[in-house]
């Protein structure tokens, strides 16, 4: 997986909204204790600096080395390199520093669909305390507002080089399978909308374009889905290249907890 982000991880920083601090309100309100969250697949830590405004200490993992360079400070978060997304059980206690049933939030954006989900929920279950542990999962598409029309008229083009595992999110995590107790926050099979607002400079959305795993994909195949002419176009549809446009990102959420213990 880190290869997919670590080509284009100073446009994917530059590029990528920042998330409500609604949602973070939110997700803290659901949770029993504040003392300690993990952010899985933080990239540049757009959702650990969220995460960090209401939890004692974060700890922020990332696969890919490269991201992790461009991740922006902050006291309450802890940035380490993790060779797959979901550490081992003996890595799992000395990374988080509290061992099983220690984690009062896990977060996840924009990246649990690259995940081996079986490995990683098991983790989750793991350290998540219980009860009063939560964990939330969320993403966002080509599903851009007012432009869904020329974006999805451009994501077409994308489609033979997404990796399969994009399938959950380019779907609206509509089929994702999140074993967890339903909270109100979006379960299984029916994620909760969420909006994510950005005011966005044509330059902008090219670079949020070009941080698409699929772009990166095509070029290293030869094939250059953002060349001057797909340029123009989309300067036109987006109505020139010096307008910046307050724009939604039509996102989607599941939050859940792992329930009591077997043995409860």
Same mark, same amino acid.
């Not at 993992?61 to 003996?90: I, M």
């Not at 010096?242 to 989607?252: D, G, I, P, Q, S």
């Given at each position: 997986?880190?290869?997919?982000?670590?080509?284009?991880? @100073?446009?994917?920083?530059? *590029?990528?909204?920042?998330?409500? =601090?609604?949602? %973070? *309100? =939110?997700?803290?309100?659901?949770?029993?204790?504040?003392?300690?969250?993990?952010?899985?697949?933080?990239?540049?830590?757009? @959702?650990?600096?969220?995460?960090?405004?209401?939890?004692?200490?974060?700890? $922020?993992?990332?696969?890919?080395?490269?991201?992790?360079?461009?991740?922006?400070?902050?006291?309450?978060?802890?940035?380490?390199?993790?060779?797959?997304?979901?550490?081992?059980?003996?890595?799992?206690?000395?990374?988080?520093?509290?061992?099983?049933?220690?984690?009062?939030?896990?977060?996840?954006?924009?990246?649990?669909?690259? %995940?081996?989900?079986?490995?990683?929920?098991? @983790?989750?279950?793991?350290?998540?305390?219980?009860?009063?542990?939560?964990? @939330?999962?969320?993403?966002?598409?080509?599903?851009?507002?007012?432009?869904?029309?020329?974006?999805?008229? %451009?994501?077409?083009?994308?489609?033979?080089?997404?990796?399969?595992?994009?399938?959950?999110?380019?779907?609206?995590?509509?089929?994702?399978?999140?074993? %967890?107790?339903?909270?109100?926050?979006?379960?299984?099979?029916?994620?909760?909308?969420?909006?994510?607002?950005?005011?966005?400079?044509?330059?902008?959305?090219?670079?949020?374009?070009?941080?698409?795993?699929?772009?990166?994909?095509?070029?290293?195949?030869?094939?250059?889905?953002?060349?001057?002419?797909?340029? =123009?176009?989309?300067?036109?549809?987006?109505?020139? $290249?010096?307008?910046?446009? #307050?724009?939604?990102? #039509?996102?989607?959420?599941?939050?859940?907890?792992?329930?009591?213990?077997?043995?409860?």
């Amino acid at each position: 997986m880190a290869g997919l982000f670590t080509e284009q991880a @100073a446009v994917y920083a530059a *590029a990528r909204p920042a998330y409500p =601090k609604d949602l %973070f *309100a =939110k997700l803290s309100a659901l949770t029993a204790h504040h003392r300690r969250a993990w952010d899985v697949g933080t990239g540049n830590g757009q @959702a650990a600096i969220g995460v960090a405004e209401h939890y004692d200490s974060v700890v $922020a993992t990332d696969v890919s080395a490269e991201q992790l360079r461009h991740a922006t400070p902050h006291p309450k978060v802890r940035y380490l390199h993790t060779r797959d997304a979901t550490p081992g059980e003996e890595d799992l206690v000395a990374m988080l520093g509290g061992g099983e049933a220690s984690v009062d939030l896990i977060t996840v954006a924009q990246a649990v669909h690259w %995940f081996d989900l079986p490995a990683f929920y098991g @983790a989750a279950r793991r350290v998540l305390r219980r009860p009063g542990g939560v964990i @939330a999962v969320w993403g966002y598409n080509y599903r851009v507002s007012p432009v869904e029309d020329m974006m999805a008229r %451009f994501f077409s083009t994308t489609l033979p080089y997404w990796d399969p595992r994009a399938r959950y999110c380019t779907d609206g995590y509509r089929d994702l399978p999140f074993p %967890f107790e339903d909270i109100g926050l979006g379960k299984e099979g029916e994620p909760a909308s969420l909006d994510v607002e950005h005011e966005m400079s044509f330059e902008g959305l090219i670079g949020m374009l070009r941080s698409w795993s699929a772009v990166t994909t095509a070029k290293q195949q030869g094939v250059d889905l953002l060349g001057a002419r797909v340029v =123009k176009e989309l300067e036109e549809g987006w109505g020139g $290249a010096e307008l910046v446009r #307050k724009v939604t990102y #039509k996102a989607f959420l599941l939050a859940g907890t792992p329930g009591p213990m077997a043995d409860e």
